[in-house]
């Protein structure tokens, strides 16, 4: 009878011992932040990207080439990267590329002539309407998964430096930032590789033969976080943009991802370019 009870009292503590540490797992998973909710938000992010890549693809098919990531438009006007992604994908007013587009910041086409992007399309006459939208090409993605925000919603107004306040950016899905009272996440940077060229030097940003020009979206960077005019962006330092998208393929010398196609940059979770946590379309990489 003596060795049953003390065999019996050995299940019961044990049986105390399984269910407290049962217990403390439970308390430990409810108590830490859950990674789920990081890790979807990150997929929903790698799949804008998918979405604007597939969109930048499909404008390469119609216009043959890529549109261009230059800091200024063909007149010399500050019109960024992250603009002319705008445009290319979804048009100056949303309702797709027009076909004879230089990408003017003014939205003219080459001559100065022809408005390409009327003000109020709608108040055109029947006939100038259906011409207009009949050289349209896209819209490339739907305007309800575009999160397309003018400047002046992400930055606030008299906060958008160069470029004007109506102007439209594709932001990225995290919404981290606000402005006027709606959250809308930063704008996604793009740039163009110019395949013609043979560096990648983070020595010398202003390297004539950069494959990449960080100047392509610089003026949009510095601009700062939203609504945190003391916060500055990492990425604003010229030479974090060559040494977090040098490519590791290449070990004997400096090239950057995606040397022949285009770079795409989200700003992360945290909202600042240039940190460990940016998602772009190929392998980001933090170095010091």
């Not at 990408?103 to 011409?131: E, K, M, S």
């Not at 950016?169 to 402005?179: F, H, R, S």
């Amino acid at each position: 009878m003596r060795q049953e009870s003390s065999s019996h009292g050995r299940g019961s503590v044990g049986e105390v011992l399984f269910v407290l540490v049962f217990v403390l797992i439970v308390a430990t998973l409810l108590i830490r932040p859950c990674p789920r909710r990081d890790y979807a938000r990150h997929v929903k992010q790698r799949a804008q990207l998918h979405s604007i890549k597939t969109a930048l693809e499909l404008h390469s098919n119609e216009f043959e080439g890529y549109p261009p990531s230059d800091a200024n438009d063909p007149l010399g006007v500050p019109y960024c990267g992250a603009l002319k992604l705008a445009e290319a994908v979804m048009g100056q007013d949303l309702l797709g590329a027009h076909c004879e587009s230089v990408f003017r910041g003014d939205g003219l086409d080459g001559a100065g002539v022809v408005t390409l992007y009327p003000n109020n399309i709608d108040a055109l006459d029947r006939a100038d309407r259906d011409t207009n939208l009949k050289a349209r090409r896209g819209p490339y993605l739907h305007a309800v998964n575009a999160n397309a925000y003018r400047l002046v919603e992400i930055y606030g107004k008299e906060n958008t430096g160069p470029f004007p306040e109506d102007a439209f950016v594709l932001c990225d899905t995290y919404g981290t930032k606000t402005a006027c009272g709606e959250r809308t996440g930063t704008p996604i940077l793009c740039y163009r590789a110019h395949a013609d060229r043979t560096a990648h030097d983070a020595n010398d940003p202003n390297n004539p033969e950069n494959i990449y020009d960080y100047r392509d979206n610089h003026a949009l960077v510095c601009l700062g976080v939203p609504g945190e005019p003391n916060v500055v962006h990492p990425l604003s330092d010229p030479r974090r943009f060559y040494m977090n998208t040098r490519s590791d393929k290449n070990r004997t010398e400096s090239k950057p991802y995606n040397a022949d196609s285009f770079l795409l940059i989200s700003a992360g979770e945290d909202g600042l370019y240039g940190t460990r946590d940016d998602i772009c379309n190929f392998e980001w990489k933090y170095r010091e």
